[in-house]
């Protein structure tokens, strides 16, 4: 098994690395997400997309349940 | 029943060699665990490679990669993966930010989905279908 002691991931750090990136990522969001027209060609594949990402998102949550069940939390 | 329970703890504390219970472990560990996991699902790692691949919150996947050049030098680069509302953002140094679409977003969801299977049976003992 691999040891972690001179490889840690340290999550804090790698948030903070990304701290600012996250930010400018937000504006741009915001100023995007205004553009709501989608061409009627486009939106099949973009609610497959919306599809895609609530799936990923259900695994993360499911994850963490996961996480928080085994250390009793 | 209650003798079955013990054997089978027995049998996974003995399938892992020098580990500490699950319910011992902090959340970071338990993280770490999977991403031993998560890294090997992209194939195999180049000698002088690091790779890390894990899941932090419902909202954060952070892809990590650590390798040295041909003059010995180590270079990173760290991905982070942010859901945000519909889509999912890949953040990169500079800063740099993509939104996923197509084949990629396509190819993410399915190493999401195999972490996810491979995590759930190997680290937390239990099957699930996604």
Known sequence: MEK??????DIKQLERFLGDAIEEANTEVDSDSQSN??????ATERAYEM???AEIVDISEKLQVARQRVRGD | MARYSILKSLGKLASLPG????????ER???????????QIFGPIKKGHRREFFNTSPKVWIWHEEWLDSAGKRHQLTTKYEIRDHD????????????????????????????FERVMR????TEHNV
């Open chain 1, 4 to 9: 972690y002691s001179s490889h840690q991931i």
């Open chain 2, 88 to 115: 999912i953002w890949k953040v990169q140094p500079g800063p740099r930010y993509t939104k996923l679409s197509g084949d990629e977003l396509t190819n993410f969801k399915r190493a999401v989905e195999v972490y």
């Open chain 2, 122 to 125: 190997e680290i937390y003992d």
């Open chain 2, 29 to 39: 560990e338990l993280i770490q665990r999977e991403s031993e996991i998560g890294r």
């Open chain 1, 51 to 53: 599809q895609l990402v």
């Open chain 2, 19 to 26: 580990k500490r219970p699950l319910s011992q472990l902090s």
């Open chain 1, 37 to 42: 027209d989608i061409a009627p060609e486009l």
